[in-house]
């Protein structure tokens, strides 16, 4: 397989003209008016939405936009005020967060989750286990429980090995670097051979050494099929890695498109810059340094 990432990009995902909540060609999660409010501010309020199966989408918006909480109602860590939204066609509202994953629709968050005092093995081995009934069958039948837990301790260490942490696999998660510790959850994640991998900021506070890395196990993520979803703040990770680009504004989509594309749109430097619309947006997140114009 080509090693240049940028020759893999999904076209022809939509249909007809790219504009907020334009219809795609093969969707995987669709949402209808999904609205969320905390006191008297509207957090989240998206009319329709699809994001396209077997694609990198960003989904990226200022500070507050109601990214995150976008996440947490379409996966069932919060319930939203109204409407309805559903994953391979299947009705998601009301469902659970842990029955959500089940279903192949997993994410991690924007603080990483680890738990500190499970070492890494132990957390790996957390996001594969099925919480429900099996607990009874397996005081009843021990040795199904040790064949199950031999299965997934084979399945965990494929993984550790695949981001380079296997060698850490006794360690206490909380001895972990920031970026290892989004390394660890991106792996979690994978313990239910997920169909969607929704990632909130996986780069945020990653050191450089590890952000190549992290990237290219976004984009190997796509290559085996799985669909991503993922929230990113750094502009030019999303026009290196994103097949297509949801940008949200206190609560609403306001542009959808391609990345080189969406980002030109006004609504999108509105957006993000008010009046300074000359400035490369990935100066808004302040991860990227400008080099000054002045005297030029
Ligand atoms: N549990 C909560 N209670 C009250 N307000 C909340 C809660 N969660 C989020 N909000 C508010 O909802 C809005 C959307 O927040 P959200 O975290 O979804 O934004 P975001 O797009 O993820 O921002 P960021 O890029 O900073 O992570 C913000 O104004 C935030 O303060
Ligand atoms: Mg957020």
Redesign the pocket.
């Known amino acids: 397989m080509s090693s240049n990432s940028e020759s893999q990009k999904s076209t022809g995902l939509h249909i007809g003209v790219a504009a907020p909540g334009v219809k795609k060609v093969d969707p995987i999660l669709v949402i209808d008016s999904v609205k969320k409010s905390?006191g008297g501010?509207t957090?989240v309020d998206v009319e329709h939405l699809e994001i396209p199966r077997g694609a990198i989408t960003a989904l990226i918006?200022p500070?507050?936009?109601?990214?995150?909480?976008l996440f947490n109602l379409l996966t069932g860590f919060d319930n939203p005020d109204t409407g309805a939204w559903s994953f391979e066609g299947k009705q998601l509202a009301g469902i659970s967060s842990f029955k959500v994953a089940k279903m192949g629709q997993v994410r991690t968050f924007?603080l990483t989750k680890a738990l500190s005092l499970l070492t890494v093995l132990e957390n790996m081995k957390l996001g594969a286990k099925n919480q429900t009934g099996e607990k009874l069958l397996n005081s009843l039948f021990p040795f199904l429980w040790r064949k199950q837990d031999n299965e997934l301790e084979v399945k965990a260490m494929e993984l550790l090995r695949r981001f380079k942490l296997d060698a850490k696999k006794d360690d206490f998660a909380a001895s972990l670097s920031g970026g290892q510790r989004k390394l660890l959850e991106m792996a979690r994640a994978l313990m239910t051979d997920p169909v969607l991998v929704m990632l909130d900021e996986p780069m945020a506070g990653v050191n450089p050494a590890l952000t190549q890395s992290l990237l290219e196990h976004v984009l190997n993520l796509k290559k085996e099929g799985m669909t991503v979803l993922f929230?990113e703040?750094d502009m030019h990770m999303v026009r290196h890695i994103a097949d297509w680009v949801v940008v949200?504004a206190e609560g609403k989509v306001v542009a959808e498109g391609a990345p080189d594309t969406v980002m030109k749109e006004q609504a999108v430097i509105d957006a993000y810059l008010g009046a300074h619309q000359d400035t490369d947006l990935g100066v808004v997140t302040g991860r990227i340094k400008v080099i000054s114009e002045e005297g030029k």
């Open positions: 905390f501010l957090a918006g500070n507050g936009a109601g990214k995150t909480t924007q929230v703040h949200m």
